[in-house]
């Protein structure tokens, strides 16, 4: 697949794509300290909230006495969980529903539950919060997920959850019906704390009976906190509206998500007001968190204060993986060739409102890249109080690794090359029966393998010089992009000067530098000439689904700067044959231009000049070619892509990851000695955007199989290392460079034939393969000192 549908999809020559873009255009401004977050905001008069956090992992509140709490100085108010303000707002249509907004039960240790309190100081909200007599009632609870599997225990989410629970489909409706048919169609059930679903895709019986030998392991996943270095936060207030009746509400701190606001609150958009555009660091987290929510209801509840409300670190600590055990068993021929996949699951569904991705998962995962049709995956979703995964999280690229490692085991079984078994495994380009090699694949194969000087060896057989371990490990992955969302771009040409009014958000995948740098290609300027105008009215959103959207929605961008280029080239033609100017009631000659008697086909935007085509020495600058005010815009969705539409049945840019590690037998330390990405992501964009997700999510990886580990007490489930401290994100002296070599082979369908990059390179063994290829032995994540040590049988 490539961009065959849109205007100059196929472009040779690049002078503004595919550089840096640096500096970025609020570089300066984040490393100044001027950019401003959601708990960066201070207005006149603002007052503070905090909200009662739960210290058990699942406990109800019978009754709050806020007398004492009341009766302290500067504490405004202390609004319970049952008082009438909080029927009057409704719910984020992204983040999920409960039986009401703020609750009386917690579902895990430092969730929201049962009141709120106002008072002029956060230390006073301290001070509040302590003082409430507080009736709890300890509930039963789960947080080792293979105990919930047991009937007898108590169902932890009463029936008002199931109601509005997502992961089990309606099933009372035409619309529902055909849904769970087509997602499950082995009948999705549940009971108590458990559900099942099972999908199975061709012939389990046909597939075992056309393997040689069958091949059992089990990859065992380990929660992943996202931790966010940005505090979540927001002030808002309501203040007059001068130019229209009707309530208004300004919010600063729930970036992006001004729409959402507007629905809570059952306002139009346009009375939402949100200048902030700084989103801070996020990991495919697109939801708001409570306290970027309930800011303009409070202010209402004080008669229109501003009041703020801002998460701790400890209150930041959100899963962006939960945990997972999962028993694969692979149907194999003597060649090496998988027949019949079969993954039996056990996975956490997490606290209520956890993102889906625990079973939708199953459509998006390594099993349909291979030429195996015979499919089936058993999952097995417990409840439980152990956290809460927001919206989205990181499911999916981490399930990819169940084929990584069964590639892995059968190239050890057969003494081959994985990287060769991968090879003979994957389908064609079109599907899973075509036998064609998938060029992309071939190229990042070859690639890597040179850059590695790739040698495979067995488990445990070669030795370092110094004495070490040696070991190596191999990975591929398709390169996704998003195709699911309509995107818009306007473009506006005045006084010379062409301007892109955007939203934001500005995030970490600097998408507003890619949509100016795809405009300045198209219009022939120089990506500094296009001038960002950030305003929270505008239509356009940065958001595009994260960075693989930047591609998809850059198609969109790329189209509209074709359509002002036509129209302000039309304008230059119309002055061009002008031959007086009008100054008032005065006209005057107006000199011949090098544009006359050219038409606008006959004419060409290059280098800010509008030049004549067949000779390009006649041209006129851009500010002077036009005077008119010339607006083009664009919107909807971008083509569809391989990936969202046929979950790996289909293969166009790919990529593949490389690790090779030193494991001291009597220390049981473990080094990364090379980390190599080598991705074919179509066409780079802006690349140091590109080369900074590929250091974020290796870096993501890194930790998450060697340092990370999520402690709860199992006798009370409550978190012991819910802080920087003790929970170990990898810093910068942690984890070596990544090598990175990017292709661009312009196969897939985004603007110029790009692809996405970001969370497919997500792993969550490729380390922990690596390790095991150096010792013979398995580590379960994270592959930590005693961990290894307790493997080799040594402690």
């Known amino acids: 697949m490539a961009d065959l549908t849109g205007a100059n999809g196929r472009r040779e020559n690049f002078r503004v794509v595919g550089t840096n873009g640096d500096p970025g255009l609020t570089s300066r401004a984040m490393a100044t300290g001027v950019a401003k977050y959601g708990a960066d905001f201070a207005v006149p008069g603002m007052l503070f909230a905090k909200i009662l956090r739960s210290p058990y992992a699942h406990a109800r509140v019978r009754g709050i006495d806020a007398k004492a709490a009341l009766a302290i100085p500067g504490v405004v108010d202390v ?208 939801g708001l968190r409570m306290v970027q929510e309930i800011t303009p209801l409070l202010s209402k509840r004080v008669g229109g204060r501003p009041v703020r409300c801002c998460n701790s670190r400890a209150e930041n600590f959100d899963m962006c993986v939960n945990e997972r055990f999962a028993h694969i068993k692979l149907g194999v021929t003597n060649e090496g060739l998988v027949t019949a996949v079969e993954d039996d699951s056990l996975i956490d569904h997490g606290a209520p409102n956890s993102s889906e991705m625990t079973v939708y998962d199953r459509d998006w995962n390594g099993y349909y890249t291979l030429k195996c049709e015979n499919i089936r995956q058993k999952y097995t979703v417990v409840d439980s109080n152990r956290g809460f995964m927001h919206t989205c999280g990181q499911f999916v690229p981490y399930s990819w690794d169940m084929t990584t490692v069964g590639l892995y085991l059968i190239a050890e079984k057969l003494g081959k090359d994985p990287a060769d078994i991968a090879r003979l495994n994957l389908h064609g380009p079109d599907s899973q029966r075509d036998p064609r090699p998938v060029p992309s694949f071939e190229a990042v194969l070859a690639e890597g393998k040179r850059l590695m000087n790739w040698q495979w060896h067995r488990a445990g057989a070669r030795r370092l010089p110094d004495g070490r371990l040696h070991g190596g490990s191999f990975r591929y992955q398709i390169c996704p992009r998003h195709a699911f969302l309509k995107y818009f771009c306007k473009l506006e040409y005045r006084g010379g000067v062409v301007h892109f009014p955007s939203q934001g958000p500005v995030a970490g995948w600097y998408a507003t530098e890619c949509f100016a740098m795809i405009a300045a290609e198209e219009l022939g300027l120089k990506f500094e000439d296009i001038c960002v105008d950030y305003d929270y009215r505008a239509e356009h959103t940065d958001e595009a689904g994260g960075s693989d959207g930047v591609t998809g929605h850059g198609w969109i961008v790329k189209e509209c700067a074709n359509i002002l280029k036509r129209k302000i080239l039309e304008s230059a033609a119309r002055e061009a044959q002008q031959t007086t100017i009008r100054f008032g009631p005065m006209e005057m000659p107006k000199p011949p231009s090098p544009l006359f008697g050219h038409s606008a086909e006959e004419l060409d935007l290059v280098d800010g000049k509008v030049v004549v085509k067949a000779d390009p020495s006649k041209f006129v600058p851009l500010a002077s070619a036009s005077s008119e005010t010339i607006t083009a815009d664009f919107g909807g969705n971008s083509p569809k892509s391989a990936w969202a539409t046929t979950f790996g049945r289909k293969l166009d840019t790919m990529n593949t990851s490389w690790c090779e590690v030193a494991v001291d037998e009597e220390t049981g330390e473990v080094e990364i000695l090379k980390y190599l990405v080598v991705a074919d992501v179509g066409k780079v964009i802006r690349r140091s955007s590109l080369e900074g997700q590929i250091d974020q999510v290796a870096f993501f990886s890194q930790g998450c199989q060697l340092l990370e580990e999520y402690i709860l007490d199992q006798g009370t489930g409550v978190k012991l290392n819910a802080n920087l401290l003790d929970y170990r994100k990898p810093s910068l002296l942690d984890v070596p460079l990544i090598d990175k070599e990017i292709l661009e082979l312009r196969s897939g369908d985004g603007a110029y034939g790009a692809s996405g990059i970001s969370h497919n390179l997500a792993n969550s063994h490729l380390i922990i393969t690596a390790v095991h290829n150096a010792t013979g032995v398995w580590v379960d994540p994270p592959a930590t000192p005693d961990r290894v040590l307790k493997a080799l049988g040594k402690c």
């Open 79 to 286: 609004v319970l969980w049952d008082d009438p303000l909080f029927k009057e707002v409704g719910f984020n249509p992204i983040g999920g529903t409960r039986p009401s907004y703020l609750m009386n039960e917690a579902h895990q240790e430092g969730a929201e539950v049962g009141a709120v309190v106002i008072a002029e100081a956060e230390t006073l909200c301290d001070e509040a919060l302590a003082a409430l007599a507080i009736d709890w009632e300890p509930l039963p609870f789960i947080v080792d997920i293979k105990k919930g599997l047991d009937p007898d225990f108590p169902a932890i989410r009463g029936p008002e959850w199931d109601e509005s629970a997502t992961y089990l489909p309606p099933t009372t409706t035409a619309e529902g019906l055909s849904w769970m048919a087509t997602h499950y169609p082995d009948d999705p059930r549940k009971k108590g704390n458990v559900g099942w679903t099972t999908k199975t895709d061709g012939d389990m019986a046909a597939g075992w009976a056309q393997a040689d030998f069958t091949l059992e392991y089990d990859v065992n996943l380990h929660d992943v906190v996202s931790l966010l270095p940005n505090p979540q936060a927001s002030v808002a207030w309501w203040p007059e509206n001068m130019y229209k009746p009707g309530k208004t509400i300004h919010i600063e701190g729930a970036v992006g998500r001004r729409g959402a606001i507007a629905t809570m609150y059952k306002l139009p958009e346009e009375n939402v007001i949100q200048e902030g555009v700084f989103q801070g660091g996020k990991y495919c987290d697109w």
